[in-house]
């Protein structure tokens, strides 16, 4: 994705533990070993050829992590993920996290911190004066959530307020008719709040940057499945608590409560059953109707009051015959709407706790978290005004100049494999080798400095309420969800150029292809350990960050990439041949990785809803292992440099070993029930079983490991290969 001139390659290994910025004598000292200020190459290596202290220094204490992650008493070639993972849950920090942890996504720990020093300690006006005014908004709203009682949860006036006004809580209000309540209206409501409640509103990446509607999720905590809905399961029990704990809190009688839950629970039993016929498949969920929901008048006349409460009245086609996902099922929503008549109540009811359970962070499960919290919610719901502070304090030009060269030596690696691959006839490679030459890369984030400060402006229209953390919940909350939908409701005055808004928002641990503009994005947030370092050998450099670039180039030809064009228009450029040999080998990945059972949960991974990842994946650890050898080659010259850089002190492995052990820790992950359920249908696999598939399917790994054929991590001599 970057590119250095090849007379640089050397001056790649930098290091200053504490970075001192100086604003017109406002000294702010941030400690951060991640963005160091770069040496020439005379500076990091002597006449003697040794290593500087203090990259020594950094080696030693990194290798000592990596090496803290892993289970050595497992055989690498018997579970690899155990053998590199197994004991990262035992070391890692403990802090607040809404979801799973994973080592990469912990890198957001450090962008939260980050985002904590510039609160306290930030001088705005000697930075970036022309935003003072949202920068103290969002330390008052930082201050107050500091502050406030959040755990544990306690009623609140405020958010019984919203209830009654967005639908109703018939188990605490005496008054509700249910002729007055429809569960349409009131998902809108929740859906302004950012919380889903029966429709699950998901935005297009191309202008004008409608909505499309996947199925929802049922339950609070854990997701609800129609075989996980048994009384004695974990995720019944956790459910029936939660709402138990919820009704109390908010003076719920005990007898009523029992009723209340009896009637939730056969509502989700009905509906569950909807799921189950259409096999929690959205697609598959379109197929069981002729007709579009465009096409049924009066459901939608009933649908269009959806636009008018979540967008404003705005309204998008539901016309396009050519993609079924812009439109909600009208299977699903017209069974929905038939439950409804004979569940209104639990329906009530149940969105009711849903919002609750939202509001009151349950996720956060000791006061000694609330800090991480509150840094969390304000970052996420600011996020380009702290960019705009991140980008100009820490984004590196050395860093940049650094992935500029290993994307050089990716993208050669990936334009070998296309040359090479003797399944493509002459007309597919041509076309393939145009995408591949004209992917543009950008690094750090996209620039739009007109709709960023926008996008920052739109601040002056959040109103703080003093003393009022819950009236400054729901008004963050409406905030963060207003401007996710931002492009959307605002096509008619933007270009019809402009880009998704994640793009705009480099303080993210991410990076992306985007189909339309055929071009890779590397976030600014991403260059922290364990993705990147400067001071890293190439052996972990590859096989983190590379491998991550690789897997991003991949997706340009993937099953959704070989429908984009060099250009990024929706134009298929496949030879039938071709295709044909392409799809045979995309249902090799979905068959290998449908064979991985993930027994927390008693079900398989979906190998064709994961299966462009799984490419990627594959693709991605392929070209930056070429790649590396290439830089190792190129090094091949300085037989000392080669010999000590490629090591990481006190681990006896070989460099291509490295390679493979710092991908594998990019994956250490925790997971409770919760979280299975959560990305079971997510297009990305489970982080254990991604690690496995990729591993498996990679000749090198088995001979760089000796894993013997027969063995769990090198199965068979038959392995899936696109790229």
């Given at each position: 994705?970057?590119?250095?001139?090849?007379?640089?390659?050397?001056?790649?290994?930098?290091?200053?533990?504490?970075h001192i910025?100086?604003l017109?004598?406002?000294?702010?000292q941030?400690n951060?070993?991640?963005?160091e200020?770069?040496?020439?190459?005379?500076e990091?290596?002597?006449?003697t050829?040794?290593?500087?202290?203090?990259?020594?220094?950094?080696?030693?204490?990194?290798?000592?992590?990596?090496?803290s992650?892993?289970?050595?008493?497992?055989?690498?070639?018997?579970?690899?993920y155990?053998?590199?993972?197994?004991?990262?849950?035992?070391?890692?920090?403990?802090?607040?996290a809404?979801s799973?942890r994973n080592?990469?996504?912990?890198?957001?720990?450090?962008l939260?911190?980050i985002?904590?020093?510039?609160?306290?300690?930030?001088?705005?006006?000697?930075?970036?004066?022309?935003?003072?005014?949202?920068f103290?908004?969002?330390q008052k709203?930082?201050?107050?959530?500091?502050?406030?009682?959040?755990?544990?949860p306690?009623?609140?006036e405020?958010?019984?307020?919203?209830?009654?006004?967005i639908g109703?809580?018939?188990a605490?209000?005496?008054?509700?008719?249910?002729?007055?309540?429809?569960?349409?209206?009131m998902?809108?409501?929740?859906s302004?709040?950012?919380?889903?409640?029966?429709?699950n509103?998901?935005?297009?990446?191309?202008?004008?940057?409608?909505?499309f509607?996947?199925?929802?999720?049922?339950?609070?905590?854990?997701?609800?499945?129609y075989?996980?809905?048994?009384?004695?399961?974990?995720?019944?029990?956790t459910?029936e608590n939660?709402?138990?704990?919820?009704?109390?809190?908010?003076?719920?009688?005990?007898?009523k409560?029992?009723?209340?839950?009896?009637d939730i629970?056969?509502?989700?039993?009905?509906?569950?059953?909807?799921?189950?016929?259409?096999?929690?498949?959205v697609?598959q969920?379109?197929?069981?109707?002729?007709?579009?929901l465009?096409e049924?008048?009066?459901?939608?006349?009933?649908w269009?009051?959806?636009y008018?409460?979540a967008?404003?009245?705005?309204?998008?086609?539901f016309?396009?015959e050519e993609?079924?996902?812009p439109?909600?099922?009208?299977?699903?929503y017209?069974?929905?709407?038939?439950?409804?008549?004979?569940?209104?109540?639990?329906i009530?009811?149940?969105?009711?706790?849903?919002?609750?359970?939202?509001?009151?962070?349950?996720?956060l499960?000791?006061?000694?978290?609330?800090?991480?919290?509150?840094?969390?919610?304000?970052?996420?719901?600011?996020?380009?005004?702290?960019?705009?502070?991140?980008?100009?304090i820490y984004?590196?030009d050395?860093v940049?100049?650094d992935i500029?060269?290993?994307?050089?030596v990716?993208?050669?690696?990936?334009?070998?494999?296309?040359?090479?691959?003797?399944?493509?006839d002459?007309?597919?490679?041509?076309?393939?080798?145009?995408?591949?030459?004209?992917?543009?890369?950008h690094?750090?984030?996209?620039?739009?400095?007109e709709?960023?400060?926008?996008?920052i402006?739109?601040?002056?229209?959040?109103?703080?309420?003093?003393?009022?953390?819950?009236?400054?919940?729901?008004?963050?909350r409406?905030f963060?969800?207003?401007?996710?939908?931002?492009?959307g409701?605002?096509?008619?005055d933007?270009?019809?150029?402009t880009?998704?808004?994640?793009?705009?928002?480099?303080m993210?641990?991410?990076?992306?292809?985007?189909?339309?503009?055929?071009a890779?994005?590397?976030?600014?947030g991403?260059?922290h350990?364990?993705?990147?370092?400067?001071?890293?050998?190439?052996?972990?450099?590859?096989?983190?960050?590379?491998?991550?670039?690789?897997?991003?180039?991949?997706?340009?030809?993937?099953?959704?990439?070989?429908?984009y064009?060099?250009e990024?228009?929706?134009?298929?450029?496949?030879?039938?041949?071709?295709?044909?040999?392409?799809?045979?080998r995309?249902?090799?990945?979905?068959?290998?990785y449908?064979?991985?059972?993930?027994?927390e949960?008693?079900?398989?991974?979906?190998?064709?809803?994961?299966?462009?990842?799984?490419?990627?994946?594959?693709g991605?650890?392929?070209?930056?292992?070429i790649?590396?050898h290439?830089r190792?080659k190129?090094?091949?010259?300085?037989?000392?440099?080669?010999?000590?850089?490629?090591?990481?002190?006190?681990?006896?492995?070989?460099?291509?070993?490295l390679?493979?052990?710092?991908?594998?820790?990019?994956?250490?992950?925790?997971?409770?029930?919760?979280?299975?359920?959560?990305?079971?249908?997510n297009?990305?696999?489970?982080d254990?079983?991604?690690?496995?598939?990729?591993?498996?399917?990679?000749?090198?790994?088995?001979?760089?490991?000796?894993?013997?054929?027969?063995?769990?991590?090198n199965?068979?001599?038959?392995?899936?290969?696109?790229w």
């Open positions: 994705m970057f590119a250095l001139s090849d007379h640089r390659w050397l001056s790649l290994l930098l290091l200053a533990l504490i910025i100086s017109d004598g406002a000294k702010l941030f951060i070993s991640d963005n200020v770069n040496k020439d190459e005379e990091i290596y002597d006449k050829n040794a290593f500087p202290e203090d990259i020594i220094d950094f080696r030693n204490k990194y290798a000592a992590k990596m090496l992650y892993m289970n050595q008493s497992v055989d690498p070639c018997d579970d690899f155990e053998y590199a993972c197994g004991n990262w849950k035992n070391v890692i920090d403990d802090r607040e809404p799973k080592n990469l996504i912990d890198i957001r720990f450090k939260m911190d985002v904590e020093q510039f609160l306290l300690e930030l001088d705005i006006d000697q930075l970036a004066p022309e935003y003072s005014e949202e103290l908004l969002s709203f930082y201050d107050n959530c500091l502050n406030a009682k959040i755990y544990p306690l009623k609140s405020e958010y019984v307020k919203t209830l009654k006004a109703g809580f018939p605490i209000d005496t008054e509700w008719q249910s002729k007055n309540f429809n569960w349409l209206n998902s809108a409501y929740m302004n709040y950012g919380i889903e409640g029966l429709i509103e998901a935005l297009s990446t191309e202008y004008p940057f409608g909505p509607f996947k199925l929802p999720a049922i339950g609070l905590a854990i997701e609800l499945h075989d996980n809905m048994q009384r004695t399961s974990n995720a019944y029990l459910n939660l709402m138990i704990d919820i009704l109390r809190i908010y003076g719920v009688e005990e007898k409560i029992d009723q209340t839950i009896a629970f056969k509502f989700f039993e009905a509906i569950l059953k909807v799921f189950e016929q259409v096999n929690e498949n697609l969920c379109h197929s069981f109707t002729n007709m579009s465009a049924d008048a009066e459901f939608y006349a009933q269009q009051n959806y008018k409460i967008w404003m009245g705005k309204e998008f086609d016309s396009d993609s079924h996902e439109m909600p099922c009208l299977f699903f017209k069974s929905l709407n038939n439950i409804s008549n004979e569940h209104s109540e639990a009530a009811n149940y969105l009711s706790l849903k919002f609750l359970y939202r509001m009151n962070a349950y996720e499960t000791d006061t000694k978290y609330q800090k991480d919290y509150c840094k969390r919610r304000i970052m996420r719901t600011f996020p380009f005004l702290f960019d705009q502070l991140y980008t100009k984004f590196d050395e940049r100049k500029k060269e290993m994307v050089k990716i993208r050669d690696s990936l334009r070998n494999i296309l040359r090479e691959a003797s399944w493509l002459e007309e597919t490679r041509q076309e393939a080798l145009r995408k591949e030459s004209s992917i543009v890369v690094i750090g984030r996209s620039e739009d400095p709709l960023v400060n926008r996008l402006r739109e601040m002056r229209n959040l109103t703080f309420v003093e003393n009022n953390y819950e009236a400054n919940n729901l008004n963050l409406k963060k969800s207003f401007m996710k939908r931002y492009n409701l605002h096509a008619d933007i270009s019809n150029t880009k998704p808004l994640d793009i705009l928002v480099g993210q641990p991410n990076a992306f292809y985007y189909n339309v503009e055929n890779v994005y590397v976030m600014s991403i260059l350990p364990p993705i990147y370092h400067r001071a890293w050998p190439d052996s972990v450099k590859f096989g983190t960050l590379g491998y991550l670039l690789g897997h991003e180039f991949t997706h340009g030809f993937d099953t959704s990439g070989l429908s064009d060099s990024g228009n929706n134009r298929y450029w496949w030879s039938n041949d071709s295709f044909k040999l392409f799809n045979d995309s249902n090799c990945y979905a068959e290998h449908q064979k991985y059972l993930i027994p949960i008693n079900r398989f991974i979906n190998g064709n809803l994961t299966k462009d990842e799984n490419i990627a994946d594959s991605g650890l392929r070209e930056a292992l790649a590396y290439r190792i190129m090094k091949a010259n300085l037989s000392w440099l080669l010999k000590k850089d490629e090591q990481m002190p006190g681990m006896n492995l070989s460099s291509e070993q390679f493979f052990l710092s991908f594998a820790q990019l994956w250490c992950s925790s997971y409770e029930e919760a979280h299975y359920w959560e990305e079971f249908l297009d990305h696999p489970i254990k079983y991604r690690t496995l598939g990729a591993v498996t399917n990679n000749y090198d790994f088995a001979q760089a490991y000796d894993c013997p054929l027969g063995s769990k991590m199965p068979t001599s038959d392995k899936c290969e696109m």
